[in-house]
């Protein structure tokens, strides 16, 4: 099936610093992806719409300018989290729908731990 | 807007029992799909299975099956001869369209005993 891989696969930072994560589509083209944070013991949910090319769009209460997202090709999409702080700390998850097939492969997730 | 309810936040069930987990779901929109998705404590989320609003037949990957009821706005998991290996937390959910954005219940965290 088709592989979606995340980047890094978990990263500790300290405070007030900013962090890049990775989505990649491995082999398929992904005009659309997503971004989810799960909390420990919570469910997914959603952060933002990343379309390829243009503006995220984000879920209510997630803050834009704090999750900044950029999906500048059809296999790459960044979550950078800037001045992260401990209650940042999360698993953050990314899906990638295949442009071909519109089926939506999930990626490893990456756990961010802020200390 | 939908939403996905997921009533059971734990199961406990013997091995090679058949288990059914709950879900039901509401929206206006009268086309839409459910899935399932097993995530095991790496974290990786499994895609089960999936159901479209407009399917006939209830669907059926090995031994996954969704009883779909749509009168009753219910997507319940059946897993049938169940395995130590899926002891895992279970999430249902469901977009509009199926390569829209997916909602996820709150999950049932599926622990089977030897």
């Known amino acids: 099936g088709a592989v979606v891989s995340q980047h890094p696969s978990w990263v500790i930072c300290k405070s007030g610093t900013s962090v890049k994560i990775e989505c990649r589509s491995l082999?398929?083209?992904?005009?659309?992806m997503f971004w989810y944070r799960q909390f420990p013991k919570q469910s997914l949910m959603l952060m933002a719409t990343s379309n390829e090319g243009s503006k995220a769009t984000y879920e209510q209460g997630v803050e834009k300018d704090k999750f900044l997202i950029n999906h500048a090709s059809l296999t790459l999409s960044t979550l950078t989290v800037t001045s992260a702080h401990p209650e940042d700390s999360s698993f953050y998850i990314c899906?990638?729908?295949?442009?071909?097939?519109?089926?939506?492969?999930f990626g490893p997730g990456t756990r961010l731990t802020v200390t | 807007a939908q939403k996905i309810t997921q009533t059971q936040p734990g199961m406990f069930v013997q091995e090679k029992e058949a288990v059914t987990l709950d879900c039901t779901y509401d929206t206006s929109d009268p086309s839409y799909g459910l899935f399932w998705y097993k995530q095991p404590s790496s974290g990786e989320m499994i895609f089960l299975i999936y159901?479209?609003?407009?399917?006939?037949q209830n669907a059926t990957e090995g031994r996954y099956s969704l009883n779909f009821q749509k009168a009753r706005k219910s997507a319940n998991l059946v897993i049938s001869a169940s395995q130590l290996g899926d002891s895992a937390m279970y999430f249902c959910a469901m977009s509009v369209n199926r390569d829209d954005k997916i909602i996820f219940g709150k999950g049932t965290r599926l622990h089977i005993l030897p």
């Open positions: 159901q479209g609003s407009y399917d006939q």
């Open positions: 899906s990638a729908i295949d442009f071909r097939s519109y089926e939506q492969y």
């Open positions: 082999d398929f083209q992904a005009t659309t």
